[in-house]
């Protein structure tokens, strides 16, 4: 079966479900477990993306001598 890639988006939402079902309390402790290790995998995912989309970011910036310059994001 193919691995269907999610949007930033919908792994918070997901994410969010997660969390608002054990917020509730009523799931077995193997389940909850099983939630919150999917939780954490999508955290971990999410991380990765925004990683990813950091390096791609360039920030045009002006230099003392009135030119501009693209630095990378992650050097701020």
Do not use: H, W
Request: hydrophobic residues 35%.
């Amino acid at each position: 079966m193919k691995s269907e890639i999610k949007s930033f988006e919908n792994l918070l939402d997901e994410i969010k479900e997660i969390v608002d079902t054990l917020e509730t309390g009523k799931l077995p402790l193997d389940e909850s477990i099983e939630k919150f290790e999917r939780g954490a995998a999508l955290i971990k995912e999410c991380y990765l993306n925004l990683e990813s989309v950091k390096k791609k970011i360039s920030l045009i910036v002006e230099k003392s001598d009135g030119t501009f310059d693209l630095e990378d994001f992650g050097d701020q």
